[in-house]
């Protein structure tokens, strides 16, 4: 059979067909097989502290579900979430909007980015994205009937747009940029004046800001994260997107939340109702503790020594024959350049898990400008990383 007949009975969409897997959900799930099997693998591949969710975020999800928390909650999520939100946006970031218009409870940052992407898209509409850049962003803008346009980021510049960068990029059916910042994988907090650039271009074609600001809460070396949503003329048209995955080790909770103008949160909203109904009751009880200025404060000890574990890291790979490293700006990654190496990021990765068992993600999942990269993990434990460093040097010697 073919032709459409052929594609009916496979009884899969084409939009399925052609998406990807994700390379860091399945990279870390080959790493868990291989620990069941009873393997020693060393798991530096996806963004996973070693540290379990603290006690008092834990403490406050059970006590709702021991309340009967139990049940739906509003799509937009529950008021004292929403609240929470709204405050440490004030309070940490400058951010000032209104819980009841402005914000929506998600299922972390990738159910927002679909949320966004879904309420500011129509069919066939462009979506200008980095390359490199965080590996669900391509198949999730296909999701949404949207097409994907990689605008590059050169090491020259530091891996940040700069204006001519967008030259030849846009065309009559771009509607939106999509960003990261701090950045995944390359690490780089955006200055105020390199956010600057994205505003300009924004604005002057009319287009919509998806800023994903996953990594906002883990800065180093006093760096400081800038919302975009700060710029002036900016605010009413960038949706931002929050995770609490990252810097509370809440990976599991699947919770975050997404701020922006009146009428995209209401779209949102409208969205989520068919898509998931709401968040998980309890799970925002337990969020709303997260964002909490007591909780940042307790987490302020682990974000420190974090710090510690990537200088660590990438200080020791940095000093291995083959290997190039800087110390990230923000964030939980090494982005290593194996270009001295001779292999692709691809072989590196897969020979690195089968001859030493480290688990890593090749950069070409990130993007094909990447191919020469490898991204690995910074905040496992500390056990982790000095044989993980050990393996990845043992493993050097053979290639």
């Known amino acids: 059979m073919s032709g459409a007949g052929s594609h009916r009975a496979s009884l899969v969409s084409r939009r399925a067909d052609a998406m990807p897997a994700s390379s860091t959900v399945a990279i870390a799930d080959e790493a868990s097989k291989l620990r069941r099997d009873g393997v ?46 709204a405050e440490k946006l004030q309070r940490e970031n400058g951010v000032l909007v209104d819980p009841a218009r402005n914000v929506i409870a998600t299922f ?44 590059p980021l050169r090491p020259a510049t530091g891996y940040r747009w700069i204006r001519d960068d967008f030259e030849g990029a846009i065309g009559p059916r771009t509607r939106a940029i999509l960003f990261c910042s701090p950045h995944n ?34 800065t180093w070396k006093q760096r400081v994260h800038h919302p975009i949503a700060l710029l002036p003329g900016m605010a009413d048209r960038t949706i931002g997107l929050m995770s609490l995955t990252k810097a509370y080790s809440m990976g599991g909770w699947r919770i975050g939340y997404a701020y922006g103008s009146a009428r995209h949160i209401a779209a949102m909203e409208k969205i989520q109702q068919h898509l998931a109904t709401c968040t998980s009751s309890f799970v925002q009880a337990g969020a709303a503790v997260a964002v909490s200025a007591e909780t940042t404060r307790a987490m302020e000890p682990t974000w420190r020594d974090w710090e510690r574990r990537c200088e660590y890291t990438t200080s020791a790979l940095d000093a291995m024959t083959g290997l190039r490293v800087s110390m990230p700006d923000a964030g939980f990654y090494a982005w290593v350049d194996i270009t001295e190496t001779g292999l692709r990021s691809q072989e ?13 993600v090749p950069g070409v999942a990130f993007g094909d400008t990447a191919d020469h990269y490898i991204r690995t993990t910074c905040v496992r434990s500390w056990q982790e990383l000095v044989a993980g460093v050990e393996r990845i040097e043992l493993f050097l010697r053979s290639v």
């Open 348 to 360: 590196f990765a897969t020979r690195l898990l089968r001859e030493q068992h480290v688990a890593v």
């Open 40 to 85: 020693s693998v060393v798991d530096l591949s996806a963004g996973r502290a070693a540290e379990a969710t603290a006690a008092q975020i834990c403490w406050a999800a059970r006590r709702a579900i021991d309340s009967g928390d139990t049940h739906q909650t509003e799509a937009r999520g529950r008021p004292y979430y929403l609240e929470a939100c």
């Open 108 to 151: 972390g940052c990738k159910q927002g980015l679909v949320l966004a992407l879904m309420a500011a898209l129509d069919s066939g509409d462009e979506v200008l994205c980095e390359d490199p850049c965080f590996v669900s962003y391509g198949p999730a803008i296909r999701l949404a009937g949207g097409t994907p346009r990689r605008v």
């Open 185 to 218: 994988p390359t690490g780089v907090v955006h200055t105020a004046s390199d956010l600057q650039v994205i505003a300009d271009v924004a604005t002057d074609h009319d287009l919509i800001v998806i800023a994903d600001e996953t990594y906002e809460g883990v």
